[in-house]
Nanobody
Framework: QVQLVESGGGLVQPGESLTLSCVAS????????MGWYRQAPGKERDRVAT???????AYADSVKGRATITRDDAKNTVYLQMNRLKPEDTAVYYC?????????????????WGQGTQVTVSS
């Protein structure tokens, strides 16, 4: 079974930086798009950044210039570096991957989510 596991969240002060990591595991053939989303209390889950297999990236306006998404396909891992963090960046951050995987000898393509990691920006 495919699993995505995030790490790197925590409590940071405004202006600081942190890097989130997400590792995908299982019978994965290939990963197309990987991305980070976040959900603040009482709000919908929003896209933060995505990266395609070819390396094309896209960012939410709220993080442009402060966030960098990268991936390491050899490790099935996606990273999100966030700089100059603000209190409004506080949220649960979720990793997402659209990938092709094998189960029962057949290949399927689907979207998978991690369990989320809390990021709190506060002084």
């Amino acid at each position: 079974q495919v699993q995505l596991v995030e790490s790197g969240g925590g409590l940071v002060q405004p202006g600081e930086s942190l890097t989130l990591s997400c590792v995908a595991s299982g019978s994965i053939l290939s990963i197309n798009v990987m991305g980070w989303y976040r959900q603040a209390p009482g709000k919908e889950r929003d896209r933060v950044a995505t990266i395609t297999r070819s390396g094309s990236t896209a960012y939410a306006d709220s993080v442009k210039g402060r966030a960098t998404i990268t991936r390491d396909d050899a490790k099935n891992t996606v990273y999100l570096q966030m700089n100059r963090l603000k209190p409004e960046d506080t949220a649960v951050y979720y990793c997402n991957a659209r990938l092709t995987y094998n189960t029962g000898g057949r290949y399927y393509t689907g979207d998978f989510w991690g369990q989320g990691t809390q990021v709190t920006v506060s002084s």
